[in-house]
């Protein structure tokens, strides 16, 4: 009895410190007994009221901000070591989940025209055997020309629709899972942080730390609990009244259930339902009015896909809904096919800049037409400490305006300043606040944007073509590619096969379910043929191959060879993905070296142009020879290589790339080696005639050139390298420099590369890439007007000076003018230089310290002749 | 000879009004042979991708209020599509010669820029302004009283020379709420090469720059004083001076230890007290709360 007294009163003190500070958290963590709090049975009135209030707090909680500190690297390979945290609770299996989500009645305004009712949802795999039975029958031959003639019927459209979300939500339960024992971990966590603050605060410490850190727990803890309670599942969300008669028109209709399936990634449909509902309950209009419909659609299948916070996407489809109903977007976003409207209303639903206070500021601050979003980016200052003097490399740089400008992204960017990863997140979402498509991109060491500009996916403060998307239309793919695929592939002009391709995908599909690969895989043969760029189909044929153990040498083969016949000659970086997505592994498994060799020489043997882009080209390369086993030999990896560069040798794309890639692995060699190497190289592209210096420079002349056409920095200097190389140590320069007087900084140009305004007979390709070095070389424009020389940086500088060295006919070179460009496209005047004083000409810039990715000689006026011998580039790096 | 005063009176009552309203000029060379000193104007706005831009635009440059707050400038339009094309650009930068057009913020717009063509401010009209012409009106007078302002200053300023030119020129850039003269700092060196007034130091401050440089001092106690010395320049505005405090307090903060924490206290109040509703202002209590023990 004693105990029991002594417990009581120690819950009473406890109670009522805690009171003292927050009245309302007696409520929510002091049993019922103790509060007197009535246990409310689930499904009483009373259940749904409390559940209608927890939603109610839920919305009100204002959201918990993410810190951004660091710019985002390029996604693929450079993701920063994360700091070291606490060690994560182990796994537990995920606790019963209680979910209420009532949404009251829902009217039935979209005629059901299927066979699938709305109750029928919550158990997805009687769904997808009832839809596939009905599927079977009407598809029985599997030719393409049935499939024409099915798709054709929006009742069939349906059925294939209703196929694949059901199957989508089969497959996510695994990642559903995962989720919600992620979501209970982040809870506890929160939940402990909680705790930590209310005992300091109760030992008496109201510092302003303190109280900040609780109140952030606290947000925490409600959000977490929030989603908690939140469906994730059809048998959830479907499980209420008001969900089944919104599932019942959802999957009723056609091209409402089309947008699940065949806008892109159809992941956690159930969780989408469940979102739906919530904006449902805000705007009721949503049955009557597309445009309302589609808003919510696309934002709850990106958050759903993602996993992202439910209430985060009512405010984000709340803030799309309202600003199209006041007829604030941009015009285009009236029209934007669904998949890209899932860019804009999904985009990044985690991020800070996505916040609703973000957007609006974003949308009431910069309005503009779509083609100036790509230099908003550049209204923020580049800083790289704030005016405390803190790094952005550190947790300090925006942390003393979190207060008043935190939930503000858009606004503390704009009035604090960034380097790249803010920068470009501004930019971004700038165009997606006002309903533009954007997204932002990682590159190595950079972070970049790309915004729809017109028809042309156009990429803004953008160093480098080795672009990795943040944003996915395809799981798992980053590359920029993909973007132009998925453009073609949802694109009006190819909608015909594009839906027939999905009829045979979804064919496929069915039969892989009842585990009939052969029909499968000839199905999705079909499906791939039919529209190359449908990635769906290709990963899923591959996705079969590998789940049927049975699955022969002759079937992998036929995936390979027809993605190199109908994808390679497309998008060659979209069909090198499906390389590393697991087809290079899957043949490597069921064929013998040799025939392993062949089916990867088949890409090559097929590739004729680049794409959109660069692109990696070393990197499957490499991959390639490191599935091979070649490797760890040096002769091997030679012969491949030279192999490689013989099949490519004739395509002026490629064999610049392909030669870099043998520079790359000339790096890990010794020098016997690398001279076998180089005798490869040279045989391979002069197909075997012997030749002089002068003849080799000449072979690679074109390639130089090809590299500097393609602005392919990386290649131009393998080129260079390898042009040093064959020369050997005991070449001199044929040119007599003058001692070069540099300026503060480094030698910014080093590694550089240039291109010209125009070729002629006096031009020599093969010493381009000398006069950016000491030892000099030359560039000879044809006779014309404004004639100019760029010389593309390794990175982004600050210029301090500039050196050009002329060793002859400076007559011809009066009144040159320096111009600096951040994208090689819009150029700014800079100085105007006088006549050359001797051979050499100095300009110091370190007053104006422009900002330059690219440096332009302008020869103004002419006609005439431009050509120098050294061009030297000094300043300090800007990124 | 009654009705002839009383014409005249009449005609002299209204020529007021009617010099006080703006002229449109349809090409820039017609702008040019009408300019005053009030400047130029651009009003533009969203050609197609917008519903509100035209014709918000339109209903301002007719307004009485804007009307009287735009003076005796010369106004053009241009009008903005989604997405230009090359020739679009090429049109543009023929039409308008010399005139800045790099983009407003938002849209539509009011661009300013004095009778030789610099370019002063935007006011650009958001959503919620459409409905507000006077609210337009009170931002553009605004921007036209400091243009005359600077244009005064540097009127004075033609006619001085050596230190009182300086300070003249000094005093033009310091006009808030437009951009400062071109070249004025080349203008104030050469009239004060030793910078005894100051002003070329007044002009060429960059605290954000010097906060970078700060991050990296050798000597944090000089820099410490040279802010402080800073302090006292007479033309610095308030946010200059709260952006001095910012600089010494992180100082203070990366090297001081507990020794800094009265005078961290004194600046972070005084950068508070300087202006409390602005962003540095309010930033005050975010620092006090993670770097005062």
Known sequence: MKAFVMVIMLLVITGGSIYLVKPELIEEYLPDSITGRKVVKKGSRKAKAKAAKSRKVAAEEPRKTVKETTPEPEVVKEEPTPAAEEPAPAKQEPAPRVVTEDIGDVPMVIKNIGIIKGEEWADCAKVRAKVGEALARELDKGTTAEAKKFVRKPKNRLLLAQWVVADAELRSEEEVTSLEVEYNSQLDKARREFETCKAQMEKGDSSAAVKWNFEKARESVARYEGESKCAHRFSESAADEGGRRLMEQIGGDPDWLEQFAFSGECVRPGMALSIIKKIYKQHPDMLKNRMVRDIATATALEYAKSGWNQQDAVERANFYINAWKDERLNKVFDNLPMWQRRMVCGCKGDNPFGSIASLTWALDNFHLPADRYSGSCWRCSYRLNNIYGDSIHGPLYYAPFESNLGENRQAMTYHIGGVCGSLSHFGCFAALANGVPAMTAGEPAHCSFIVLVGDTWTPAYSLSWQRGLHWQVFRRVHKYSSLHAATELYSDKQKKETEVSDTLRVMAGVHAANGDFVKAADCYEKAAKEQPRNWMAWREWRESLEKNTAATAKQWLKLNDTICKELVSLYPEIAAEHMHHGLAEGLSKVLNPEQLQKAYMTFWQNVKIMGPDRWRIEELADKQAALLGFDKDSQKVCAYYAEVLGATAGNSLYAPAVLNWGNMLGEKLDEAANAERMQLTIKALSKGRRMSAEERGKVLAPVIVSAETNRDLSSFQSLAKMLKRAGGSKKESPYKMPRIEGFPGKLASADGMIWTSSTCEWDKPHEHPGVLTPEGGSFHTEKEEDSYVVVQLPRQVHMTGIVLVSLQNQGRLANLQIQVSENGTDWSDVCQLGAFSGQMMRSDLDGKRPLAKYVRILRPGGPEFFHLNGIYVYGNPAA | ?293
Not at chain 2, 24 to 50: H, L
Not at chain 2, 245 to 250: D, H, K, L, Q, V
Not at chain 2, 257 to 283: C, E, F, H, T, V
């Open chain 2, 1 to 293: 000879m009654k009705n002839i005063f009383l014409t005249t009176a009449l005609l002299l009552l209204l020529t007021p009004l009617s010099a006080s309203a703006y002229t449109r000029a349809n090409s820039v060379a017609d702008a040019r042979s009408r300019v005053t000193d009030d400047g130029y104007v651009i009003c533009t706005y969203a050609e197609d991708w917008d519903k509100y831009s035209k014709s918000t635009a339109k209903q301002m440059m007719e307004h009485a209020a804007i009307k009287k707050a735009l003076g005796r400038v010369v106004l053009l339009t241009l009008g903005v599509p989604n997405v230009s094309s090359k020739k679009d650009n090429e049109t543009n930068k023929a039409r308008f010669e010399n005139f800045d057009l790099s983009f407003p913020n938002a849209y539509p717009a009011f661009i300013f820029y004095n009778k030789e063509g610099h370019r002063l401010a935007d006011v650009c009209i958001t959503y919620n302004e459409r409905k507000n012409p006077k609210a337009v009106a009170k931002r553009i007078s605004a921007v036209m009283e400091a243009a005359a302002t600077q244009r005064d200053l540097l009127k004075k300023a033609e006619n001085a020379s050596g230190v009182e030119k300086a300070r003249l020129l000094g005093q033009a850039a310091a006009v808030p709420g437009i951009s400062q003269p071109r070249d004025v700092a080349k203008k104030i060196k050469e009239a004060d090469p030793g910078d005894s007034s100051g002003m070329h130091k007044f002009v060429t401050l960059n605290l954000p720059e010097a906060a970078i440089i700060s991050a990296d001092t050798k000597d944090w106690q000089a820099t410490m004083a040279e802010m402080k010395a800073l302090m006292d320049h007479p033309m610095l505005t308030t946010e200059h001076k709260q952006q001095i405090c910012c600089i010494m307090i992180g100082l203070l903060r990366r090297h001081a230890g507990d020794q800094g924490q009265p005078q961290m206290k004194a600046l972070i109040d005084q950068l508070r007290s300087l202006d409390p509703d602005s962003i540095l202002g309010k930033s005050a209590d975010d620092a006090a709360r993670m770097w005062l023990k």
